[in-house]
């Protein structure tokens, strides 16, 4: 009866929606989206929050990258499917270790 009681007032409980779950969560995903190349107009405009790419495919190629405890590794793949390793450099932006932008490098070899 508590339950019909409720509905009049509009309060309703919704089913509990779960995210699937990732088989996983720290390997690689497509991050290209999260990158931005160094001609790009708005590298340090609208785009300056993004780090910046340095690769003969730039973004036009999947950037992938995973994640564990605060340290990243991302990687490329070329044209006829070999995976190349992306290092990065941090260049200070700000007083502390945390401001910084993000440059990849494409390792070719």
Known sequence: ???LSL???GI???AA?????DPD????KDRTSDFVMPLDPGVFGVN????????PYGTSRTIECASFHGQSWCRQFDHVGNEHELYQVKIPTGPTEWDYRGVWI???F
């Open 7 to 9: 509905i009049p007032l």
């Open 48 to 55: 300056a929050g993004k780090p910046i790419i340095l690769s």
């Open 106 to 108: 494409y390792n070719p």
């Open 1 to 3: 009866m508590a339950i």
């Open 12 to 14: 309703c409980v919704p």
């Open 17 to 21: 929606f779960a995210d699937p779950v």
């Open 25 to 28: 969560p720290f390997g690689y």
